[in-house]
T-cell receptor, first 111, second 112 residues
Framework: GQQVMQIPQYQHVQEGEDFTTYCNSS?????IQWYKQRPGGHPVFLIQ?????EVKKQKRLTFQFGEAKKNSSLHITATQTTDVGTYFC???????????FGTGTSLTVIP | DAGVTQSPTHLIKTRGQQVTLRCSPK?????VSWYQQALGQGPQFIFQ???????QRGNFPDRFSGHQFPNYSSELNVNALLLGDSALYLC???????????FGPGTRLLVL
């Protein structure tokens, strides 16, 4: 079956440092979405990428979709304590409308 | 405009019992998906309802069943509960299958 992996599983950074999480799918994706889940909370939609090679920015967050549409990344510049949480990617394969969530990257920001 | 709502927020059951979880989608959304999220894991897709029918199903046994009502709200039923069914159950709604999903706060189920 389709698998979506994320690395790293955990990341501790000093406040102000940058952070990147990588998402890799075993199959080509029609689109990919990114979610943030705060401790004790539920996933909150951040962004959707559809086109091969697409790059989108939201303030300090930069999202990329790979040329082969099998991988994606989320980069946070100058992390803040409010960035703490687990970041999930979720992709849809080329058949069906089922979202496959990645394993998540848990970010801890040390003040 | 209310977002996705779920009830109950917490639930404790014993092995072998049955449970029903409820979800009301965001206004204007007609597609509801259910996910199981075990502690420290990513959400796992259970199934998706659209136009009152199950459209997609993940790798979950038949003990997991659902329903969607004409007002687009949905229920998730789990029979013969196992300890391993303890998890956060998330409902997500969207304007159509495959579109952006908005998650509810979830129901935390503990099976003893």
């Amino acid at each position: 079956g389709q698998q979506v992996m994320q690395i790293p599983q955990y990341q501790h950074v000093q406040e102000g440092e940058d952070f990147t999480t990588y998402c890799n799918s075993s199959t080509t994706l029609s689109n990919i979405q990114w979610y943030k889940q705060r401790p004790g909370g539920h996933p909150v939609f951040l962004i959707q990428l559809v086109k091969s090679g697409e790059v989108k920015k939201q303030k300090r967050l930069t999202f990329q979709f790979g040329e082969a549409k099998k991988n994606s990344s989320l980069h946070i510049t100058a992390t803040q304590t409010t960035d703490v949480g687990t970041y999930f990617c979720a992709g849809i394969g080329n058949s069906g409308n089922q979202f496959y969530f990645g394993t998540g990257t848990s970010l801890t920001v040390i003040p | 405009d209310a977002g996705v709502t779920q009830s109950p927020t917490h639930l404790i059951k014993t092995r072998g019992q049955q449970v029903t979880l409820r979800c009301s989608p965001k206004s204007g959304h007609d597609t509801v998906s259910w996910y199981q999220q075990a502690l420290g894991q990513g959400p796992q897709f259970i199934f998706q309802y659209y136009e009152e029918e199950e459209r997609q199903r993940g790798n979950f046994p038949d003990r997991f069943s659902g329903h969607q009502f004409p007002n687009y709200s949905s229920e998730l039923n789990v029979n013969a509960l196992l300890l391993g069914d303890s998890a956060l159950y998330l409902c997500a709604s969207s304007i159509a299958p495959g579109e952006t999903q908005y998650f509810g706060p979830g129901t935390r189920l503990l099976v003893l």
